[in-house]
């Protein structure tokens, strides 16, 4: 494959605090998002579902159709697990609490 036929990615996945999945990819000019998941093997890895991903490229939201470009860093996003008014809820709380307490 001829360099410039060909583009560089990262694909990164954090499963989980301080557990981060970077793989590197070399693909072919024109590949899309979705192209560069399957080829990075990552959803299988993770057992990701294959519906309902959110991506980003560079920290700004993309779709799975999204052409990519050189040195482009793909982001597999996971789902809040709580809504982030009622974690900074909590997190008021329980200063709140420990300041009360000492």
Known sequence: MDRAETVTVE????????????Q?????SGA???QALLA??????????????????????RDAA???RARDRIE???PLTVDPKEARRQR???HRDKAARG
């Not at 990164?12 to 999945?21: M, R, S, W």
């Not at 590197?24 to 072919?28: I, M, V």
């Not at 959110?54 to 920290?59: A, K, T, V, Y």
């Open 40 to 61: 990075s093997g990552m959803a299988e890895r993770h057992g990701l579902p294959s519906e309902g991903l959110r991506f980003g490229i560079w920290g700004k939201a």
């Open 11 to 22: 694909l990164v996945y954090c499963a989980g605090p301080g557990l981060v999945d970077l």
């Open 32 to 34: 899309t998002l979705a």
């Open 76 to 78: 597999i996003y996971r």
């Open 66 to 68: 999204t052409v990519l």
């Open 24 to 28: 590197a990819l070399e693909l072919p």
């Open 92 to 94: 008021y709380r329980r």
